[in-house]
Every structure is written in structure tokens, then in C-alpha cells.
């Protein structure tokens, strides 16, 4: 069983920057961020692969948004600039055992989550 804790949620006004983090009890793979907006479905926001070697972005929040890791430090981080009202939401970290895969924006593929840090966007 893998534990992951998300941190650096917090209220931004719009345009700023938030680093989120999503450090793991255990090496892991595949891992991804997700966002849940109020109201809304929870929604694919960016994946890495095993290795840092990939990644992959919803179409929302590329050029806006950067996920990279520290394999040494089992953490993973979502660095997010250019804040958009739109970016509010609880930001969920996702692992999975696979390396890299097709279906990474499905939510099925994780099967490790975190408990989630809320993003808030002001004017």
C-alpha cells in the first residue's frame, strides 16, 4: 500500500502561481494529477511517467501548468502559473503501477490516491 499526501494548495489570486507537491510512502510509477472542481466530475489535469521521461496535459492547462518529479525523493510536483478562475478545485495526486499507458487519463488506471488540497483562484 503506497500513501501519498498533496500539499501546496492555498488561495492565489488570478495570474499568480501555486507549486503543488504529492510526496509517496514508496517509489511509484505512473502518476498523475486530477482536479474536482464543485459541482463538477473530477477531470484528468497531467501525468508523468515512471522515469519523468513523459508527460501529458489536458488541453486546459498546457503551457500553464508543468509536472515533474524527484525520484529520489518519491514526490511529484504540478507547478501552476498563469492561474485561471477556472483552475479552482480539489487537486487530487493518483499512482499507478504501470510505467506509462493509453489510458492514463482515466481515473481507473490509479490505484493509489490522496486525500486531495484544495486550489482557490481570487481576483
Known amino acids: 500500500q503506497v500513501q501519498l499526501v498533496e500539499s501546496g494548495g492555498g488561495l492565489q489570486q488570478a495570474g499568480g502561481s501555486l507549486r503543488l507537491s504529492c510526496v509517496a510512502s514508496?517509489?511509484?510509477?505512473?502518476t498523475a494529477w486530477f482536479r474536482q472542481a464543485l459541482g463538477k466530475e473530477r477531470e484528468f489535469v497531467a501525468a508523468?511517467?515512471?522515469?519523468?521521461?513523459?508527460?501529458d496535459y489536458t488541453d486546459s492547462v498546457q503551457d500553464r501548468f508543468t509536472i515533474s518529479r524527484d525520484i529520489a525523493k518519491n514526490t511529484v510536483y504540478l507547478q501552476m502559473n498563469s492561474l485561471k478562475f477556472e483552475d479552482a478545485a480539489a487537486y487530487y495526486c493518483?499512482?499507478?503501477?504501470?510505467?506509462?499507458?493509453?489510458?492514463?487519463?482515466?481515473?481507473?488506471?490509479?490505484?493509489?490516491w490522496g486525500q486531495g488540497t484544495q486550489v482557490t483562484v481570487s481576483s
Open positions: 493518483a499512482a499507478s503501477l504501470d510505467l506509462w499507458a493509453p489510458a492514463l487519463r482515466g481515473e481507473r488506471l490509479y490505484l493509489y
Open positions: 514508496a517509489r511509484t510509477y505512473l
Open positions: 508523468i511517467s515512471w522515469n519523468g521521461d513523459k508527460t
